[in-house]
């Protein structure tokens, strides 16, 4: 059984950055993030594979990076550059492939909440 811890998250104005981490109990292939906007469907926003394999949603390329410590099996999503429409639930998710439907996912985190102001 895999459970997953968030922290970070919270308010910041368009343009600003913020950090999120998770940390994993248990062993798993890989870790990433999901977001759900209000009255919006869960999407895949980043994961990375044990190997250090890194995947990015569109919406996200060039703005986010995902990484990972391997110590501490703790990963990380940098968001830089956050737009209003980044605002949402994020959650942490593990050993899924990024595209995946969140119903085939069984390792969730609790979430936490992004807001971006104009």
């Known amino acids: 059984q895999v459970q997953l811890v968030e922290s970070g998250g919270g308010s910041v104005q368009a343009g600003g950055s913020l950090r999120l981490s998770c940390t994993a109990s248990g062993n798993t292939y890989s870790l990433g993030w999901f977001r759900q906007a209000h009255g919006k469907e869960r999407e895949g926003v980043a994961s990375?594979?044990?190997?250090?394999?890194?995947t990015y949603a569109d919406s996200v390329k060039g703005r986010f990076t995902i990484s990972k410590d391997n110590a501490k099996n703790t990963v990380y999503l940098q968001m830089n550059n956050l737009k209003p429409e980044d605002s949402a639930m994020y959650y942490c998710a593990a050993d899924f492939v990024l595209g995946w439907s969140p119903d085939l996912i069984n390792y969730w985190g609790q979430g936490t909440q992004v807001t971006v102001s104009s």
């Open positions: 990375i594979d044990s190997d250090g394999t890194t």
